[in-house]
């Protein structure tokens, strides 16, 4: 009976909650009450990982394993499931919380529709829920067989929001977002068949205490790195994500680039990092650090020519992953510090900037979002005086584009000077190029939208029916981009707060 | 040549030819088609790892294999019914144009 | 012993071919027939590996219901633009109607 | 390499250029012999998970290993499988299903079967359905209860009892529609009775998903009772959403994020002008 109320059993409620949510929105008819529901859902996840975050600070300095472990079914590691959570992945549960709280309250307005045949809410519901337990269960995961279950209910809970407007150019790109998933999942599950093969467990902590450098681990390495890549989409493999992010509905394409493509990059991380650490060699690291540098350069080059605002933004998306690959060369050089879990100065400064870019990106699709509803297009040529019409939406854009690119109030100037700290420690200056010029480019593309926003060039031009706004936007929409991008700065000025629960799991 | 290195050969052949299909074949259904062997072709290393044991075969990878044939028609029903839709929507728009 | 390799050689053989025909036809009916054949072969080949239950799950999941999905939608790609009524399945045999 | 699905049967206009092919062919070829080589060269290392399922196979509560592992010692994973069934269940429903003012014109209305027309469309089939389709269920019926003992299991037998319903489909003559409550409660009911249980376990043992000893055949029978029920009705609303729902075109113009390619040049955005939006200026 012990067990039941002790703090642990908060990891398995994290996966459940959002599962009964799920539920409970298919079988309910009134779309007010599913509505109410998922706020009252999100609030109740919010406060369960503060309490674990909580909990696992304080007990943090006792800690004697790297993670705090839940056995589901109680069979212990190899032969039943383990819930495992460290510093790395409270992060991201934290952020997976507070942008679920943010982006439920938008959606429940967004999809707010009482004149229109098509309830589309009753289908988005679930498939948001779904999505989100997926993202927890990964997040939790200590089991591979158990995180490719978790990237499938990720891979079609996203399609199949993606899939939600009925668009042409949305079931299109749903479908080139589909059968990439599948792809990367194939890959990762003959990777776990090779790991189960070679070492005959399938837990991620036994699997790290006992991996050596054999070509079955290789293989299986690069197996799981191609899936995955193509799955977070770095750029060679990256054709699919921005017309999937780009046509697919604000809220959607906000959780979408926020966090559904960090997911496989934090995979990318613990196996490179943590589990299959010997057989990582140092030619893969510095392989993925030139691969994310090339994103940086691509990603911005398209985005600067991208003639859609959601395009646009989709486009830094693939940009800014690319800061995120910097992590692996940057990690740790020197032998020692590779087996000591997944933490570091390179690692907080990575947590720091993929919640700096996640609030940054969601607040930014959400006020692309805001304008495509007001003005029934976005493209950007035909921006002429937004500012004039949606101030609150265009100064939430400039915030947000402010952190992109890293000015100094803002969490991503903070995580960029963590970047270049760690660059220059490790003495591969070379990186500290890349990550100027990254947030050179993101500057020209924001500014550029930004330029057009606020100089309406001819009166003319103006008054044309096809420019003005055409509908009204409830004013909730645009405070919840405008709370997003305040995060960033907010967290901009209190840094520890992040980067003291990177370190939780692992000051033993 | 015991049973087990051919049904290997089988396997990674198997999800050889099903890459190869998905990357080349144009036509949408083959593309499915072609994963639908990848995904055969994975099952298949399974089973192998499982069989070659000195008494019963593994179960907890004859597990994983359900589990996994079940998410594989789970996605050939949802690319299906994406291919649908949007051949509903080609082909009505192109009944709109002329 | 040598039986048995010979018996899995003829399985192992099978399989990789009708694999490659299943992708390469010209036909699309003839490949979605192609693959429900190839996943009754895998449910043989399961049952040499001796897993009776992934026999069972193959040959219902993997080739029954999987091939009837493919049927269906390749009935609904195939169907001209007058969509006649869905529910009584003409039978036009194997024809290749293009559509538009 | 995917960027428009292609609907023309055989139509060479967009195919990979000869040399790419043979290229991604030998590519995939070496890469594909060098794993090869490497699993026949590496040992099979026998691991020590078989031996702990047999030990543990006592206090699992069925004798069928697979069938324990499944539903007992990876009892997560089979709850996280279900969920995904689930995710394209909701996807698949038709979209009649959430009109307010679109009643099913099915006549049969909205109950989850219905008789459509009366005469038999098909004689010969009708015979051999009315003959197989009840010794489907037994035989489901039988594999859902096997399954603690000998190979079976709610998977195989929800995709019989699917292979049934896809049958009777096809016989013309009954009609299964999704749009009832009833309907939805069976597509969740596999899903709900697994967090059930999976709840109502850890009050008395403390631990979720670990079932008490003497209560675990009983409990896993119920949660693969309703795992087969939500099985088959989810591969049922597939293939009926497949093969019988007619996508009407596309749904209207909604207001949302409206492709600057579907704004017709006709002014869509004038007819939707209502008042000015809360933050903008009176024109």
Request: proline residues 5%.
């Amino acid at each position: 009976m012990d067990s039941l109320f002790s703090l642990d059993i908060l990891l398995p409620t994290l996966v459940g909650l959002p599962l009964i949510a799920a539920i409970l929105t298919t079988l309910l008819k009134s779309p007010g009450l599913r509505a109410s529901i998922s706020i009252a859902m999100a609030l109740i996840q919010l406060i369960i990982v503060a309490t674990l975050l909580l909990w696992l600070s304080n007990s943090g300095t006792s800690l004697e394993t790297q993670y705090q472990r839940y056995s589901l079914g109680g069979w212990g590691a190899p032969l039943g499931i383990d819930l495992a959570i460290d510093g790395f992945s409270a992060l991201m549960l934290a952020l997976t919380a507070a942008l679920t709280l943010v982006l439920t309250v938008y959606s429940r307005y967004y999809f707010f529709e009482p004149h229109s045949r098509l309830d589309k809410t009753a289908r988005f519901w679930p498939l948001w829920w779904l999505l989100i337990m997926g993202i927890n269960a990964l997040f939790l995961s200590g089991d591979i067989f158990n995180i490719y279950v978790t990237l499938e209910i990720i891979g079609l809970a996203a399609v199949s929001l993606v899939a939600l407007d009925g668009s042409r150019a949305a079931l299109t790109a749903a479908l080139r977002y589909l059968l990439v998933g599948l792809l990367g999942s194939l890959c990762y599950l003959l990777a776990v068949a090779l790991l189960y093969r070679a070492y005959g467990t399938l837990d991620l902590a036994q699997l790290s205490a006992i991996a050596e450098p054999t070509a079955i681990t290789w293989a299986a390495l690069a197996l799981i790195t191609t899936g995955l890549l193509l799955k977070t989409a770095l750029v060679p493999l990256h054709f699919w994500l921005p017309l999937a992010h780009g046509s697919a509905p604000a809220p959607v394409s906000a959780i979408l680039s926020a966090l559904v493509v960090k997911t496989s990059f934090y995979l990318l991380a613990r196996f490179w990092l943590d589990t299959l650490a010997p057989a990582a060699t140092d030619y893969g690291l510095l392989m993925l650090g030139v691969l994310g540098a090339a994103a940086i350069l691509w990603g911005s080059i398209q985005a600067l020519r991208a003639t859609r605002l959601k395009l646009m933004v989709a486009y830094s998306t693939v940009a800014q992953l690319g800061y995120l690959f910097l992590l692996f060369p940057l990690f740790s050089p020197d032998e020692d510090a590779r087996g000591a879990g997944l933490s570091g100065p390179a690692v907080s400064a990575v947590g720091y900037f993929i919640v700096a870019h996640a609030c940054a990106k969601a607040a930014m699709f959400l006020a692309a979002g805001n304008i495509m509803r007001t003005f029934g297009h976005d493209e950007i040529a035909r921006l002429h005086g937004l500012a004039k019409y949606m101030p609150l939406s265009l100064f939430t854009f400039a915030i947000a584009g402010a952190s992109l690119i890293g000015l100094p109030p803002s969490a991503g100037f903070l995580s960029k000077w963590l970047l270049l700290n760690v660059a220059i420690d490790t003495a591969q200056w070379w990186w500290a190029i890349i990550i100027l010029m990254g947030g050179l480019m993101a500057a020209m593309y924001v500014f550029r939208v930004l330029n057009i926003a606020f100089i309406s060039v001819d009166e003319k031009a103006q008054t044309e029916p096809k420019n003005l706004p055409t509908n009204k936007l409830p004013t909730i929409m645009s405070l919840c981009a405008f709370l997003l991008a305040m995060l960033t700065i907010v967290l901009g000025f209190n840094a520890e707060l992040i980067l003291d629960l990177v370190t939780i799991g692992d000051d033993v | 040549m015991t049973q087990e290195s051919l049904y290997i050969i089988a396997s990674i052949g198997l999800f050889g030819i099903g890459l190869y299909g998905v990357i080349v074949a144009p036509h949408i259904l083959r593309k499915i088609l072609a994963i639908n062997i990848m995904s055969v072709g994975v099952f298949m290393l399974l089973v192998v790892s499982a069989s070659n044991m000195n008494s019963t075969p593994d179960p907890v990878l004859h597990a994983m294999v359900l589990t996994g044939i079940v998410v594989a028609i789970a996605g050939t029903a949802l690319a299906l019914l994406l291919a649908v839709k949007i051949h509903t929507l080609s082909r009505d728009s192109d009944k709109d144009d002329h | 012993m040598e039986f048995d390799i010979l018996i899995d050689g003829c399985l192992v053989v099978g399989i990789l071919i009708l694999a490659c025909l299943c992708l390469a036809t010209k036909n699309l009916f003839t490949a979605i027939v192609l693959f429900v054949s190839l996943g009754l072969l895998i449910a043989i080949a399961w049952v040499r590996l001796d897993a009776p239950d992934l026999a069972i799950a193959e040959a219902a999941i993997g080739a029954g219901l999987t091939g009837a999905f493919l049927l269906a939608t390749w009935r609904q790609l195939r169907v001209a633009p007058a969509n006649n009524d869905a529910d009584t399945p003409n039978k036009s045999g194997g024809d290749n109607v293009q559509n538009p | 390499m995917f960027k428009t699905p292609e609907f023309k049967e055989n139509n060479h206009a967009n195919e990979l250029p000869f040399a790419t092919r043979i290229l991604c062919a030998t590519a995939i070829g070496a890469l594909g012999l060098g794993l090869i080589f490497a699993l026949i060269l590496s040992e099979n290392i026998s691991s020590s998970l078989p031996a702990l399922v047999q030990q543990n196979l006592t206090q699992s509560g069925v004798q069928n290993p697979v069938t324990a592992v499944l539903l007992n010692f990876r009892s997560y994973d089979t709850l996280l499988e279900i969920g995904v069934l689930l995710t394209v269940a909701i996807a698949m429903l038709p979209n009649s299903n959430f009109n307010s003012d679109i009643n099913p014109h099915m006549p049969g209305g909205s109950r989850l079967v219905s008789v459509v027309n009366s005469a038999p469309v098909n004689p010969p089939l009708e015979a051999l359905l009315r003959w197989l389709i009840p010794m489907i269920i037994v035989m489901a019926g039988y594999m859902l209860w096997t399954g603690a003992a000998l190979p079976g299991g709610a998977f195989q037998s929800g995709a019989l009892l699917a292979g049934a319903g896809v049958l009777a489909q096809l016989s013309g003559r009954l009609q299964f529609c999704f749009t009832s409550t009833t309907a939805k409660l069976l597509l969740t009911i596999g899903l709900i009775t697994f967090v059930m249980v999976a709840v109502g376990v850890a009050t008395t043992t403390g631990v979720i998903l670990q079932y008490p000893l003497e209560l675990a055949a009983p409990l896993i029978l119920l949660i693969e009772t309703a795992a087969t029920l939500s099985i088959a009705a989810i591969l049922l609303l597939s293939y009926n959403t497949l093969a019988t729902q007619t996508f009407e075109s596309s749904s209207e113009p909604s207001v949302f994020d409206k492709q600057p390619s579907a704004l017709s040049e006709t002014s869509a955005p004038n007819e939707t002008l209502q008042s000015q939006t809360a933050e903008g200026p009176k024109p």
